[in-house]
């Protein structure tokens, strides 16, 4: 049915390229210590991009059957679309494979509710005070994408994934901390309570507040606010700063802008993390890449188009879903260990911070470096531990000169944190604004 739809469109189109894609999946949540919501969703749907004298149209539907609409509407569209300068996919098997667990597409929401309640009561048991959130689920889905240039691929993939956090609210204060996790596989029960359990005893350190003055401090950024620090580099590899050039990176391909420690892999393969891959959103095979290799900058993260008008290769990282037009965008995101304990490193890090979570910072100017934002969750450490929660400060900060000459100590130790896979890191001279 497909051979014959694409031949036909192939009859009035120049070029063409259809995306399909079809997913299931089951969440429940828990609000305020309480069963919130059972979801189940069902999603489908069409989208076809269609070129017609140099101008590519493009259109979609959430019914995979109206093809024939859909490629009309997007051959309407053409006259007003974007010049097709660059060529869709062609024909490219993959020479990897991807995790899939079916099981994924089997939960059952009382199951999960008990999961939910397990949670619950294991951080109630360590904070009766708190209000618990909790959220659980996962599904399955699979995509193909067909071009005029011969290529047709496909793919299954499942996802699974949770967070659990714990809020208190008293007069003057605001506490809150979180933890998720996302991954290809069913997550044991197990490993959720013990993220919970995680949880529950940092947000006892947070209850207990420690003064600190404004100055400049040594940090200590566990991987959940690492990624905001490393968000200067995500934007300045991304293929469209690249085509627009308003990124730092566009003649630095070679050049050593980092401290040698410092190597970041966009690894689709890797088969722990959640983001993985055989082909992008375009259909082009994916690759695993480091970007900074021993602090140099080594490639950059494109679409067929940003590559194209950027005199590069495509690199496989096109990003899209049913409605939206392909983007740069990574996939998971793997930074190399160090050679350090995190002991340590608390040591080292003695009379400083130590920063879970910050917030904020997607309004910092990540094209020029700079990362700030208020810390939404920071300890004093004193005597290698954390003895409380800092209220009321904030940090700017520019990463790209902080990642070249502040580095103290990388940990051997990493997490998952969504689709990134990060250390701990230690990092000196840091201005901290307190109120």
Same mark, same amino acid.
């Given at each position: 049915?497909?051979?014959?739809?694409?031949?036909?469109?192939?009859?009035?189109?120049?070029?063409?390229?259809?995306?399909?894609?079809?997913?299931?999946?089951?969440?429940?949540?828990?609000?305020?210590?309480?069963?919130?919501?059972?979801?189940?969703?069902?999603?489908?749907?069409?989208?076809?991009?269609?070129?017609?004298?140099?101008?590519?149209?493009?259109?979609?539907?959430?019914?995979?059957?109206?093809?024939? =609409?859909?490629?009309?509407?997007?051959?309407?569209?053409?006259?007003?679309?974007?010049?097709?300068?660059?060529?869709?996919?062609?024909?490219?098997?993959?020479?990897?494979?991807?995790?899939?667990?079916?099981?994924?597409?089997?939960?059952?929401?009382?199951?999960?509710?008990?999961?939910?309640?397990?949670?619950?009561?294991?951080?109630?048991?360590?904070?009766?005070?708190?209000?618990?959130?909790?959220?659980?689920?996962?599904?399955?889905?699979?995509?193909?994408?067909?071009?005029?240039?011969?290529?047709?691929?496909?793919?299954?993939?499942?996802?699974?994934?949770?967070?659990?956090?714990?809020?208190?609210?008293?007069?003057?204060?605001?506490?809150?901390?979180?933890?998720?996790?996302?991954?290809?596989?069913?997550?044991?029960?197990?490993?959720?309570?013990?993220?919970?359990?995680?949880?529950?005893?940092?947000?006892?350190?947070?209850?207990?507040?420690?003064?600190?003055?404004?100055?400049?401090?040594?940090?200590?950024?566990?991987?959940?606010?690492?990624?905001?620090?490393?968000?200067?580099?995500?934007?300045?590899?991304?293929?469209?700063?690249?085509?627009?050039?308003?990124?730092?990176?566009?003649?630095?391909?070679?050049?050593?802008?980092?401290?040698?420690?410092? =190597?970041?892999?966009?690894?689709?393969?890797?088969?722990?993390?959640?983001?993985?891959?055989?082909?992008?959103?375009?259909?082009?095979?994916?690759?695993?890449?480091?970007?900074?290799?021993?602090?140099?900058?080594?490639?950059?993260?494109? =679409?067929?188009?940003?590559?194209?008008?950027?005199?590069?290769?495509?690199?496989?990282?096109?990003?899209?879903?049913?409605?939206?037009?392909?983007?740069?965008?990574?996939?998971?995101?793997?930074?190399?260990?160090?050679?350090?304990?995190?002991?340590?490193?608390?040591?080292?890090?003695?009379?400083?911070?130590?920063?879970?979570?910050?917030?904020?910072?997607?309004?910092?100017?990540?094209?020029?470096?700079?990362?700030?934002?208020?810390?939404?969750?920071?300890?004093?450490?004193?005597?290698?531990?954390?003895?409380?929660?800092?209220?009321?400060?904030?940090?700017?900060?520019?990463?790209?000169?902080?990642?070249?000459?502040?580095?103290?100590?990388?940990?051997?130790?990493?997490?998952?944190?969504?689709?990134?896979?990060?250390?701990?890191?230690?990092?000196?001279?840091?201005?901290?604004?307190?109120?």
């Amino acid at each position: 049915m497909v051979t014959t739809f694409t031949n036909k469109l192939g009859t009035v189109a120049d070029a063409f390229e259809m995306f399909e894609s079809d997913g299931k999946s089951l969440r429940v949540s828990f609000e305020n210590d309480r069963l919130n919501e059972i979801r189940q969703a069902q999603s489908s749907g069409i989208s076809i991009r269609a070129v017609k004298d140099g101008k590519i149209g493009f259109s979609y539907s959430s019914k995979p059957d109206e093809t024939d =609409t859909v490629a009309q509407a997007a051959l309407r569209m053409a006259p007003y679309g974007k010049a097709y300068d660059y060529d869709f996919a062609s024909q490219a098997k993959s020479e990897h494979t991807r995790p899939f667990d079916p099981e994924c597409g089997k939960l059952n929401p009382d199951k999960l509710v008990t999961i939910c309640n397990h949670v619950k009561d294991t951080m109630k048991a360590i904070d009766a005070e708190a209000l618990v959130d909790i959220s659980i689920g996962g599904g399955i889905g699979k995509s193909r994408i067909v071009t005029s240039n011969e290529q047709d691929c496909s793919e299954e993939e499942s996802s699974f994934s949770y967070s659990v956090s714990l809020r208190l609210v008293e007069e003057g204060n605001f506490v809150q901390n979180y933890r998720f996790g996302v991954a290809n596989e069913v997550i044991p029960e197990e490993d959720i309570l013990a993220a919970a359990k995680e949880v529950a005893e940092e947000f006892q350190i947070a209850r207990k507040n420690a003064p600190l003055a404004k100055g400049t401090y040594p940090v200590l950024f566990a991987p959940s606010a690492l990624g905001d620090i490393l968000m200067p580099i995500n934007v300045g590899v991304n293929g469209s700063t690249i085509e627009k050039k308003t990124s730092r990176f566009v003649d630095a391909l070679g050049e050593q802008l980092f401290d040698e420690r410092l =190597t970041l892999i966009d690894d689709p393969f890797h088969e722990s993390g959640p983001s993985g891959g055989l082909y992008d959103g375009e259909g082009v095979p994916t690759q695993k890449r480091a970007i900074i290799e021993k602090g140099v900058v080594n490639g950059f993260q494109h =679409t067929l188009s940003t590559a194209k008008r950027c005199g590069h290769e495509p690199t496989g990282n096109a990003q899209r879903s049913v409605s939206s037009l392909p983007s740069p965008g990574g996939h998971n995101l793997v930074m190399a260990a160090g050679e350090d304990d995190l002991a340590e490193m608390m040591k080292k890090a003695e009379g400083g911070l130590y920063i879970s979570q910050m917030l904020g910072t997607f309004t910092s100017n990540f094209l020029a470096g700079q990362v700030s934002g208020n810390i939404s969750l920071g300890f004093v450490i004193k005597d290698s531990v954390r003895i409380g929660r800092v209220k009321n400060c904030a940090l700017n900060v520019n990463a790209f000169d902080l990642l070249k000459s502040n580095i103290v100590a990388i940990s051997k130790k990493r997490e998952w944190v969504g689709s990134r896979y990060l250390p701990w890191l230690l990092v000196e001279g840091v201005p901290i604004s307190a109120r």
